[in-house]
C-alpha cells in the first residue's frame, strides 16, 4: 500500500514539473518547432507504433506529414497569439490497425479544433505538446535534416 502511494506521489510530481517547465509558444516562437516531430503519446495513450509524423514549416506557415494511415498538408492560421489551426487536406489509404485509426481521427481533430504548442519535458522526454479543445499530444524531436517526404519515401 505504501508503495502505491509513493509511485503515484511520484507520478504526480513528475507531471506537475513538466507542467511548471512548460512554455507555450506564440507565432513568433513557431520557428522553434521548424521540423520533424513523431506523435508519441495521443491522449494518454502510447501511440509511437502509428508512426504519425508532423513537420511544421514555420516561414511558409505549413504543415505536413503523417497521420497514421495518410499524407496530411495544411496551411497554419493564427486565431490568436497563440492558438493555431488548420484545414488539412489528406490522401485517402485505408488504415491497417486500430492505432493506425484511433490516432488519425484524433491528429485531425486536433489541428482543426485549433491548438497551442508547448515545448517542455514529459514523460522524461524533451518534446513539445499540442493542446487542443478535446485533445492532448505529445511528440518527440526527429534527428536529421529533412522533411516528412524524404521519410516517406
Known sequence: MIKKSILASTLFLLLASSTLLAETLTKSDLDD??????????????VKKARAIVD????????????????????LKVTNKSTFYSKLHSSRMACRQNV???????L?????????????????IEGI?????????????????GSITDYLK
Do not use: P
Open 33 to 46: 518547432v521548424n521540423g520533424n516531430w513523431h506523435l508519441r503519446v495521443l491522449d494518454g495513450h502510447n
Open 56 to 75: 511544421f514549416h514555420a516561414k511558409q506557415m505549413i504543415i505536413n506529414g503523417f497521420d497514421g494511415c495518410n499524407r496530411i498538408s495544411g496551411h
Open 100 to 106: 493506425h485509426r484511433y490516432t488519425s481521427k484524433r
Open 108 to 124: 485531425k481533430a486536433a489541428i482543426k479544433e485549433g491548438f497551442t504548442i508547448t515545448k517542455g519535458t514529459r514523460y522524461g
Open 129 to 145: 505538446t499540442i493542446k487542443s479543445k478535446n485533445h492532448d499530444l505529445f511528440f518527440k524531436k526527429m534527428g536529421g535534416a
